[in-house]
């Protein structure tokens, strides 16, 4: 059974990079039917998708964090990464990894790690 | 941007009770929708995707409905385990995007 676990620092600085990595266990990140993805959750507040990767690399990040946000793949192929940076207070948010998977026409979230909380503060 | 606007931002029902939720998309999004639900301090659990395909292992009191612009989210039988916050995220354009969440409360 696929399982998903973010890991990374909880604290970081404003101005910082925040770097965080999705660990993907018992599968790939090979498999031609699925996205790897990235979603933020502020506190109290609902959810941001910030980006998507495939296997071959390619990526699609929201526009609104396009200038500040990288996500890329580990050669393991089971790990994915977000950096994202010139952190700010604003960014403060539980980071959560996803798959976005394919069944027929539809590429939907459907595993999702249980989230890393990381807070920007001096 | 495809905004998603869901209505109530909240209620309240009891034990039994049939509910619905709506979610209204700013364009036409065809079947590209999906549900998810949330209990405070867990990552969302995935629910529906096709606007109205459960999930394996989803309770069948669960169902979804709708195309186009406007979509539900019905329990048919709430139960306590329902008592969370429900989002819908459409996924037929980048940048994919989340309704604002229902909660749903115990009366």
Known sequence: ?122 | DVQMTQSPSSLSASIGDRITITCRASEDIMRYLAWFQQTPGKAPKSLIFGASILYSGVPSRFSGGGSGTDFTLTISSLQPEDFATYYCQQYRHYPLTFGGGTKVEIK
């Open chain 1, 1 to 122: 059974q696929l399982h998903l676990q973010e890991s990374g620092p909880g604290l970081v600085k404003p101005s910082e990079t925040l770097s965080l990595i999705c660990n993907v266990f018992g599968g790939s990140i090979g498999n031609d039917k699925d996205y790897w993805g990235w979603i933020r959750q502020p506190p109290g507040t609902g959810l941001e998708w910030i980006g998507t990767i495939y296997r071959d690399g390619v990526t699609y990040i929201n526009p609104s964090l396009k200038s500040r946000v990288v996500i890329s793949l580990g050669s393991s192929k089971t790990q994915f990464f977000l950096n994202v940076n010139s952190m700010t207070v604003a960014d403060t948010a539980v980071y959560y990894c996803a798959r976005r998977h394919n069944i027929g026409a539809h590429w939907s979230f459907d595993i999702w790690g249980p989230g890393i909380l990381v807070t920007v503060s001096s």
